[in-house]
């Protein structure tokens, strides 16, 4: 290869734009090129070592892992059978009773599936509440599924037996605020099981900073929530080394409106503060790395800057935990997704809902080139109700199959690395992000900038912007704001295949789930669980005590959920977000 | 119609949904619009939500949803509204709410639902042209 000096190139730019680009502009009457083009001079001071390095090595640019298995296959390297894995995470599922989902997830287990469940938590669940509480009418079994008591895992697990057993599984829970109390839960239910619990495998998402600023199924205020997490932390990395601690950030910044940058910068600094409890609760930074996990990035049809972002949230992670907290170990520095790029709920529309397909193999194609498998996702129908229809998940899954087997797009890992365009990309990225991870740490903090509501307000500003901007039709939504007339014909889908969610039990579970708690706290020894709770509140009130064998202890005396989440209510207080608009 | 005062709406976040880019998005849309707005955040029982549409005196009540309790928490709030005699307000609704549930919450009095894409301007253009309570002077 033959390398041009800077001044070289530079001399050669200026001859180009006077010579070729100008009369071109001259001809088309435009001011500026509507088509960029990037050279050496964008990506000046580019160091293959240091910017992009092999896959599975420091920076980890390139990608986390040396190789993908998912990604055989392709040209004869294996059977499709060995490598079936275009989904690294069973699907989010769950509603109803806990009887409603323990059917569901057996109905799934006869047509095949072998995976554990990534479960979906009902919304008073996730904020701390029973189905019987007459606050929360109207929510019970809406979301996902209702869990009070360790009675409605016995019930779930029901469908998790024999090789899909406890210790053969992985579970994933979307919970945050009382993560540690529903993680109890389970515990408990291996215990009650005979399995060790050291042999349980999983992953809680447990990120509870986030919910403050997006999502918002908070609890606690931060510092209180803070030594909860500790808590997961700690019990986890020496009790249940199968168990991923936390799934950070990603998606859900970016849905509530945050820019990439925001996104990026939040979730690293809220990864930063989840790592610095560790350190603090005197655990070496190589021995909890590993198990921190984070939830896909993504969130644009912008396909070159969704790929530099993967790319720099690697480099980003890694230079994180190796510099900042002394790692040494690869394996603490991975920035580990259960997915890849992708475009976002937020880039769906309900009008024209088909071309959401279309949208979604953009944000596969962007997942493929940034080293992930090619998930085409949201299915279509994602801005159309809750629940997906079997006809789009299936036509989101052959999208990623077609981008796999028939487009070859996994074959190269990082094909990207070196276009003078997305490295330029990936260093912007990076370097805006270190500048507001700045910002953040000049006003006091992650938990700082959430209770002055810098980051609320931050967020809601950018969805803003984008609204108004769309609104102007600065940017283009197809079927939304342009392409809108008279000639354009509506795409009718008609969904014939029955979704395997009883839309009739899900009616019926909020008076059926409260029946079910109410005869739960008939049947059980009520002065254990009062003791129990007492012994809960006492131990809250010192911070240094780790909580989880107090929750255990609840949970195997089917204490209900609220019952400890009101206890800590008392000790800790509820966080009282700042109103800010 | 002459108007004395700005147009007050209340955006209220009904149950546990946490969602609120909607809702945030439409109260400062409204602001821009010249409407007085209330954002009530997240976590609002539907007493809490009525109890401060009286309280504020509000025009407008507009609700947004995301997890599919829809049907239950924006009927109980138009019909405390109506308890209180609050009728007239108008309550328009934003969320993921599935086509199919539309005829049900307008016969329960809910105005206008505007989903996912609906614009700022067409909002507020529903807002001026067909609140009653505005119309009737009050």
Not at chain 2, 47 to 56: D, M, N, S, T
């Amino acid at each position: 290869m033959k390398i041009l000096s800077t001044e070289k190139i530079k001399e050669k730019k200026a001859a180009w734009e006077e010579k070729t680009l100008k009369p071109a502009l001259e001809k088309f009457k435009m001011k500026e090129s509507a088509t960029k083009f990037y050279t050496p001079l964008d990506a000046e001071g580019f160091d293959f070592m240091e910017n992009v390095g092999f896959p599975g090595q420091y920076p980890f640019t390139a990608g986390i892992y040396a190789v993908y298995p998912y990604a055989a296959g392709t040209r004869g390297g294996g059977s499709i059978q060995s490598a079936p894995g275009l989904r690294r995470a069973g699907r989010y599922s769950g509603y109803g009773t806990p009887e409603d989902t323990r059917d569901y997830y057996k109905h799934m287990a006869e047509m095949g599936a072998k995976m554990g469940p990534n479960l979906a938590m009902d919304l008073p669940t996730q904020c701390g509440y029973d189905s019987d509480n007459p606050l929360i009418r109207g929510e019970v079994g809406k979301v996902g599924v209702s869990i009070d008591t360790l009675r409605d895992f016995e019930v779930i697990y029901e469908a998790f037996q024999g090789d899909r057993n406890l210790d053969r599984i992985a579970s994933n829970f979307t919970i945050n605020g009382p993560a540690n109390i529903i993680m109890s839960m389970y515990i408990a239910l291996a215990e009650k099981r005979g399995i060790p619990i050291e042999k349980l495998k999983g992953t809680p998402q447990n990120d509870i900073l986030k919910e403050f600023i997006a999502r918002g199924t908070y609890i606690y205020p931060p510092k209180a929530s803070l030594r909860m997490f500790r808590d997961s932390l700690a019990f986890f990395t020496k009790h249940l080394p199968g168990m991923n601690v936390t799934s950070i950030g990603g998606y859900h910044i970016r849905e509530a409106g945050a820019t990439r940058e925001q996104d990026l910068a939040f979730s690293m600094a809220i990864g930063m503060v989840y790592l610095q409890c560790g350190v603090d609760a005197g655990l070496d930074i190589d021995d909890f790395a590993p198990k921190f996990t984070f939830n896909a990035f993504g969130g644009s049809m912008e396909l070159f800057k969704e790929v530099a972002f993967q790319r720099a949230a690697r480099r980003m992670w890694a230079k994180i935990v190796r510099d900042k907290f002394g790692s040494k170990k690869s394996r603490s520095q991975l920035l580990r997704q259960p997915g890849g790029a992708h475009i976002g709920r937020i880039s769906t529309t309900k009008q024209r809902p088909l071309n959401n397909l279309t949208r979604s193999i953009v944000g596969a194609v962007a997942s493929a080139l940034s080293g992930a498998s090619p998930n085409a996702s949201p299915p279509f129908d994602e801005p159309l109700g809750l629940g997906w229809s079997l006809e789009a998940i299936q036509l989101s899954e052959d999208a990623g199959r077609i981008l796999q087997y028939e487009a070859m797009l996994t074959e190269v890992m990082d094909p990207l690395a070196g276009s003078y365009y997305v490295e330029h990309l990936t260093d912007e990225i990076e370097e805006a992000v270190w500048k507001e991870l700045e910002k953040i740490n000049s006003m006091g903090g992650v938990v700082a900038a959430i209770e002055n509501g810098y980051m609320e307000r931050e967020i809601a500003r950018s969805a803003y912007e984008r609204q108004r901007r769309v609104e102007k039709c600065e940017d283009l939504v197809v079927g939304l704001n342009c392409f809108t007339g008279e000639s354009e014909i509506d795409v009718a889908i008609n969904g014939v295949v029955p979704h395997p969610y009883d839309p009739l039990k899900r009616e019926e579970a909020e008076e059926t789930q409260i029946a079910n708690i109410k005869e739960v706290k008939r049947v059980r020894d009520s002065r254990t669980v009062s003791r129990l709770l007492q012994e809960l509140k006492e131990a809250a009130g010192k911070e240094d005590v780790n909580l989880f064998p107090f929750f255990i202890e609840c949970a195997r005396a089917y204490t209900t959920e609220q019952e400890m989440c009101d206890v800590l209510r008392e000790v800790f207080g509820e966080y009282e977000p700042p109103v800010n608009l | 119609m002459e108007q004395s005062r700005p147009i007050k709406v209340l955006i209220a976040k009904p149950g546990l949904d946490g969602h609120d880019r909607g809702a945030k998005v439409v109260a400062m849309g409204l602001r821009d619009e010249g409407m007085e707005v209330i954002y009530s955040g997240l976590r609002q029982s539907p007493e809490k939500i009525v109890k401060a549409a009286i309280q504020e005196d509000v025009d407008v009540v507009g609700l947004s949803c995301l997890s599919g309790a829809h049907r239950y928490l924006f009927s109980e709030v138009v019909r405390m509204l109506k308890e209180e005699g609050m009728g007239d307000t108008m309550v328009i609704a934003g969320g993921i709410i599935p086509d199919g549930d539309i005829p049900m919450l307008k016969e329960t009095g809910v105005s206008e639902i505007f989903g996912p894409g609906a614009s700022i301007k067409n909002i507020a253009e529903y807002i001026r042209e067909n609140n009653a309570r505005l119309k009737s002077g009050r």
